[in-house]
């Protein structure tokens, strides 16, 4: 009997260097399904076809990230163009069962579509709220009433819905109309191998008593300024020990980020240290005493499980962030919160942690012990497999569909 074979279509990041779609991908594997993922390339990850751990990767060319309406449109359509050529060229190689997208965009259901004719199922991987998102940077209007639509599309095409928490299900089930025997949360949680405490690397240190760390995108909408400005403001309004802000990843908002620093006077107090992955980020990360969430408060970060969240508190490091309904959900007591929504509010909750020892190591043994008993990926896997589990049977056999 042939295992069923998926196809995971992402397109804002490559394998392996997206975890959560990588750890996915890998889980399904082990379950016994054939599977192929749809990427986009990167300098870092620029072959165009490779096999990983049994799992074959096919990556296509991007043009540059759109910064306008335009060039939002232009990049889609040619993302969407690369993946159906691609979907097309494993449907005659070998054929598959299940399409498994993962928004942003909220256009990915259109590749699927034809296949759907098929007999194909579509499984809608819910990662990120596009409505949510231009409201809090444009406003509502005309492009917020066609994101919702298209959104709304995208839970009424797919057979099974995987949400990243449960305010996300809560959308799929009221907004998009999906029933709650196909809605399944998969939260974005690390497996335990892939965060671990190693001899931490004291480079960007420089001596410093405190490191503060930031590990993430680098976007408009992540909060580098507000965490720039916070810094700064923790500097100069307090006395007590100074501290060395590090912070870790790539992005577009990366330039203006920089000028920023410069800006505020931070050059000597402030390490970009890039996309670092592996031992190298290991090592970075367990030289962090403070991880800070700085993803302002609005109806887009609101409703988010950020990834920070559970990879800060996998290697039991203290979090300073602002009271985000997702993060008070996910930490409760275990982190210190910004007593107001602005870089003064976060300059207290950073303060707090920089000043107080022992705070840290409590604050820290909290959120280790919350993640050893409750962010656990074996417990993901499982849902995800239920999701599939869930999908509606078709004409080949599958050792998690058929044999039930």
């Not at 779609?21 to 749809?38: C, E, F, T, Y």
């Not at 298209?150 to 099974?160: G, I, K, T, W």
């Not at 500097?235 to 912070?247: A, K, M, N, S, T």
């Not at 919350?370 to 417990?379: N, Q, S």
């Amino acid at each position: 009997m042939k295992p069923a074979r998926c196809v995971i279509v992402v397109e804002n990041l490559p394998v392996p260097l997206d975890r959560h779609v990588w750890q996915q991908a890998l889980s399904l594997k082990d379950a016994g399904w054939d599977v192929s993922v749809i990427c986009p390339a990167t300098p870092l990850w620029p072959n165009k076809r490779e096999q990983l751990e049994g799992i074959d990767i096919y990556r296509h060319g991007l043009p540059l990230e759109g910064n306008s309406v335009v060039g939002h449109v232009a990049e889609y359509a040619m993302a969407l163009f690369h993946e159906f050529r691609l979907l097309l060229t494993i449907w005659n190689a070998k054929g598959f069962d299940v399409v498994h997208v993962c928004n942003p965009p909220d256009l990915l259901f259109l590749i699927a579509l034809p296949f759907k004719l098929r007999g194909v199922r579509l499984v809608f991987d819910h990662h990120d709220l596009a409505p949510e998102l231009f409201e809090a940077i444009h406003g509502r209007g005309l492009i917020h009433k066609l994101l919702l639509f298209l959104e709304r599309m995208s839970f009424r095409s797919a057979d099974v819905v995987l949400s990243s928490n449960r305010a996300f299900k809560k959308l799929a089930l009221n907004r998009g109309g999906v029933c709650e025997a196909r809605t399944f949360v998969v939260h974005t949680v690390p497996e335990v191998k892939h965060v671990r405490r190693v001899a931490p690397d004291r480079t960007a240190r420089a001596g410093a008593s405190v490191v503060i760390g930031y590990l993430g995108i680098i976007g408009r909408q992540d909060g580098l300024d507000h965490l720039l400005q916070a810094a700064r403001i923790a500097l100069d309004q307090h006395e007590g020990p100074g501290f060395r802000l590090v912070i870790v990843g790539d992005g577009p908002a990366l330039p203006e980020i920089k000028v920023l620093a410069q800006e505020l006077g931070l050059d000597d107090a402030v390490v970009f240290s890039g996309y670092l992955m592996g031992d190298e980020l290991a090592a970075q990360m367990s030289d962090f005493d403070i991880g800070v969430i700085p993803d302002p408060k609005n109806s887009f970060n609101d409703k988010l499980s950020m990834n920070k969240v559970f990879e800060y508190s996998a290697m039991g490091i203290p979090i300073a962030a602002y009271a985000l309904d997702g993060t008070v959900e996910m930490l409760g007591g275990t982190a210190i919160y910004a007593p107001t929504e602005d870089p003064e509010g976060l300059a207290v909750a950073m303060r707090a942690l920089v000043n107080d020892p022992e705070l840290r190591r409590a604050k820290g043994a909290a959120a280790k012990r919350l993640a050893d008993d409750k962010f656990r990926w074996e417990a993901e896997a499982a849902s995800l497999l239920a999701a599939y589990d869930r999908l509606p049977e078709r004409h080949l056999t599958s050792p998690t569909i058929d044999q039930r």
